[in-house]
């Protein structure tokens, strides 16, 4: 399983508005350049913790784990025999 293109566009653009459009619409005042540095790092960290979460499902560590019992029924009703080992 690869990356699809259009989840991978659509948080980048979504994130990208975040990190890049907000910033530009802030209010004047005194803490103006605190408020643009905050969105810009929510939207960097936001945008990366996503892309790992998305990467990670492509290849898992481990897979789901069956039960013996749970096995043997399944492959009864697939017509399959079980085997050992």
Avoid: D
């Avoid at 293109?5 to 005042?29: D, E, K, S, Y």
């Avoid at 499902?57 to 009864?76: D, E, S």
């Amino acid at each position: 399983m690869g990356a699809a293109f259009f989840p991978i566009l659509f948080f980048t653009a979504l994130w990208g508005a975040v990190g890049i459009g907000m910033p530009i619409m802030t209010p004047n005042g005194p803490h103006q350049n605190l408020i643009r540095c905050i969105l810009m790092l929510t939207a960097g960290c936001c945008w990366l913790f996503w892309l790992c979460c998305y990467m990670a499902q492509m290849n898992p560590l481990f897979g789901p784990r069956v039960k013996r019992h749970a096995l043997a029924m399944i492959a009864k009703s697939w017509g399959n025999t079980m085997r050992e080992g």
